[in-house]
């Protein structure tokens, strides 16, 4: 998600986040709520359509569902097994337009922006939430996912000169002991900007 | 004025920083001293992220302890590994952190953050992913997300120590150009060569206080009879 927003002047990209983000928790219901083979066939039209109107090719759509495809595949078995192949392939269409979906939703919209949009679509429920807390976090995890996974691969080179590449311990332990003291000085950083 | 009043920091046990006192009022100040003397540990009081076990710590007649959040506003401070301390995905973004906290609206923000991303060479960057940049850009990133807030003093722990000579240079100079009263710790002894004063710590204490040329003469005799 972090990576994905695609720069762009389309509609998609001047809607304001919160409309798109209340679009797609409607599509979402409606896709599994609508029990029909044509409603869902439609929907998956629509979401490639829109794709073209925000221009960006159809291989994006394609690349939101490129990496769970195993998933679909262990989906597809199952229900071969319990109930039929229509049904798998019924249940693959759902989840693939809800991934495209929301696949548009963070290629057309900075990370920045979506934050702002959830704080406002939070914003009558700032009395039992910590909206801002909840958007801080949300935009932390959207800052540190590469870092840790650098924090990850760093350990995973220092442990293979070392031919402990198998050993999940010695793995696991840097990464746990780095990912505190980071997130220690993580945690002094946001306080020392006056949060 | 940054006073410094009979301060002493414990962890657990340890006693860390033994009972210093001084007055910080020099434009350019140093802290040097050998790997766990109690550098990072002493800067992190200025700006009340850590409070003393005991003695006291006023910023311009605030003191740390009860007034941490507008100490805080006062002494921004930058930390040694950008990595930490940039905390939004974009770049832009991450500049109108502080101000966001301050309470700055939208429209300001980005002007604010517009002046501040072309003083440090960022503006081409504003829409990247802040992960991608370069080390030095990390750095400058992270003193212009510091700097938009227009602290009074600035606080740099080791702004310079993971950087090759290039960006090393690069954040030199956006150091040296500072408007701010600054305190820079560091063990890059070329940064702090024409500062207005160096305090030289010691296992938690002063060892020297002085000059630079003095100070660092100390301190290179100090480290030598071991
Ligand atoms: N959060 C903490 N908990 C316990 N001990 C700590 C903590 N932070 C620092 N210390 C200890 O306090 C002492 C001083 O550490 P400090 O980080 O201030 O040293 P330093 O002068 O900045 O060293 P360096 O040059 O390595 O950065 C060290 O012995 C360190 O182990
Ligand atoms: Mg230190």
């Known amino acids: ?39 869902s066939l439609g929907l998956l039209g629509l979401t490639l359509v829109l ?22 595949g262990l989906i597809f078995l199952a229900q071969l097994v319990f109930n039929s192949w229509q049904i798998g392939v019924f249940v693959i269409l759902r989840f693939a337009t809800l991934l495209m979906l929301a696949g548009l939703l963070t290629l057309t919209t900075r990370s920045s922006d979506m934050i702002e949009g959830i704080e406002a679509g939070l914003h009558p429920l700032r009395r039992v939430l910590p909206v801002a807390r909840i958007s801080l976090a949300i935009s932390l995890t959207l800052r540190f996912i590469p870092v840790l996974s650098q924090v990850v691969q760093d350990v995973r080179e220092a ?6 590449e198998r050993n999940l311990i010695a793995l696991a332990i840097p990464v746990v002991i780095r990912t505190i003291q980071t997130s220690e000085e993580i945690a002094d950083a946001i306080d020392a900007r006056g949060y | 004025m940054i006073d410094i009043q009979n301060v002493s920091l414990f962890f657990e046990a340890r ?56 100490v805080r506003r006062k002494v921004g401070f930058v930390f040694q ?6 905390v939004f995905p974009i770049v832009e973004e991450d500049v109108g952190f502080g101000l966001k906290n301050l309470g700055f609206s939208a429209a300001e923000r980005a002007e604010k953050a517009k002046e501040v991303l072309r003083r440090y060479g960022l503006w081409h960057l504003r829409d990247q992913p802040s992960h991608v940049l370069s080390g ?22 080791e702004p310079t ?57 100390r301190y290179v005799e100090a480290m030598q009879d071991v």
């Open chain 1, 159 to 164: 442990q293979k000169t070392r031919g402990l």
């Open chain 2, 136 to 157: 030095g850009q990390k750095q400058l990133l992270a003193i212009a997300g510091v700097l938009v807030m227009e602290p009074r003093y600035v606080v740099l722990d």
């Open chain 2, 81 to 86: 590994n950008p990595d930490n301390q940039i």
């Open chain 1, 51 to 72: 794709y073209r109107l925000a221009q960006l090719p159809l291989r994006r759509a394609w690349d939101q569902i490129r990496p769970v495809l195993w998933v679909f």
């Open chain 2, 161 to 217: 120590t993971l950087l090759d000579l290039r960006n090393k240079i690069q954040v030199r100079k956006a150091i040296e150009a500072l408007p701010q009263t600054a305190i820079v710790v560091s063990h890059d002894l070329d940064l702090v060569a024409d500062f207005d004063r160096v305090l030289v710590f010691d296992q938690g204490r002063i060892l020297a206080d002085d000059a630079p040329n003095a100070a660092l003469r």
């Open chain 1, 1 to 39: 998600m972090f990576d994905l927003y695609c720069d762009g002047h389309s509609p998609l990209h001047r809607m304001k986040p919160g409309w798109k983000i209340l679009a797609l928790a409607a599509a979402g219901t409606a896709l599994f709520a609508v029990d029909h083979v044509v409603f």
């Open chain 2, 15 to 70: 006693e860390v920083l033994r009972d210093i006192s001084l007055t910080l009022t020099e434009r350019r100040i140093a802290i040097v001293g050998s790997n766990g003397s109690g550098k990072s540990s002493f800067a992190r009081l200025l700006n009340g992220l850590r409070l003393p076990t005991s003695g006291d710590i006023l910023v311009d007649g605030l003191n740390t302890r009860d007034k941490g959040r507008e």
